[in-house]
Nanobody, 123 residues
């Protein structure tokens, strides 16, 4: 059983940058690791994912530009969010999946989830 732990969330001002981290207990069985976010009253939204062994990164359609995912170590990845906007307020989740193939972008594709970290953007 893979355990994922996010950190780095908090209260920030619009225009700031924020770096979220995800630490996995084990990545040996994971093909992809990804980031999702969920705002109040909305569905969980795909931010992006890394094909873990290759380091290839894909982003959700509306996530290009201000979001940057990186693989830091064999067990950690980060999500850098720049120029934060009010609409970025959400719980951000780290996820992992053993599914291979095209980048999985649906929450149902992922087997392992962190507890989430709250990001609140104020004006």
């Amino acid at each position: 059983q893979v355990q994922l732990v996010e950190s780095g969330g908090g209260l920030v001002q619009a225009g700031d940058s924020l770096r979220l981290s995800c630490t996995a207990s084990d990545t040996f069985s994971l093909y992809y690791m990804g980031w999702f976010r969920q705002a109040p009253g909305k569905e969980r939204e795909f931010v992006g994912a890394i094909r873990w062994s290759l380091g290839r990164i894909s982003y959700g359609d509306s996530m290009q530009g201000r979001f940057a995912i990186s693989k830091d170590t064999e067990n950690t990845m980060t999500l850098q969010i720049n120029s934060l906007k009010l609409e970025d307020t959400a719980v951000y989740y780290c996820a992992g999946t053993p599914i291979w193939g095209i980048t999985p972008s649906s929450p149902t594709d992922y087997s392992y989830w962190g507890q989430g970290t709250q990001v609140t953007v104020s004006s």
